[in-house]
């Protein structure tokens, strides 16, 4: 079965840095797309990132300067670097693979992120 399993979630102080790995199985990682979606307390649940199986890179606009998504297609894992982090970036970050031609995503469990003093 596929399995998504994210790592690297904890506290860290503002201004701060953490990196998040996700590990996927159960799929042929190079035809997936991979990437990060958090959701923080009371907020929905929106897109961070997400790197194509060529390496194209998205990043939303709060992340743009302050986040790296990056992947290793022999390990099967993405990771997400974070520096500058603030307290809005308090969430549960969630990895997920895509594949394109079916529009089909398949989703980790979240890893929790807090960011305070």
């Known amino acids: 079965q596929v399995q998504i399993v994210e790592s690297g979630g904890g506290l860290v102080q503002p201004g701060g840095s953490l990196r998040l790995s996700c590990a996927a199985s159960?799929?042929?990682?190079?035809?997936?797309?991979m990437g990060w979606s958090r959701q923080a307390p009371g907020k929905k649940r929106e897109l961070v990132a997400d790197i194509s199986s060529d390496g194209s890179t998205d990043y939303e606009d709060f992340a743009k300067g302050r986040f790296t998504i990056s992947r290793d297609n022999v390990k099967n894992t993405v990771y997400l670097q974070m520096n500058s982090l603030n307290a809005e970036d308090t969430a549960v970050y969630y990895c997920f693979a895509y594949n394109p031609r079916r529009d089909y995503h398949y989703w980790g469990q979240g890893t929790q992120v807090t960011v305070s003093s």
């Open positions: 159960g799929i042929i990682f190079g035809l997936y797309a």
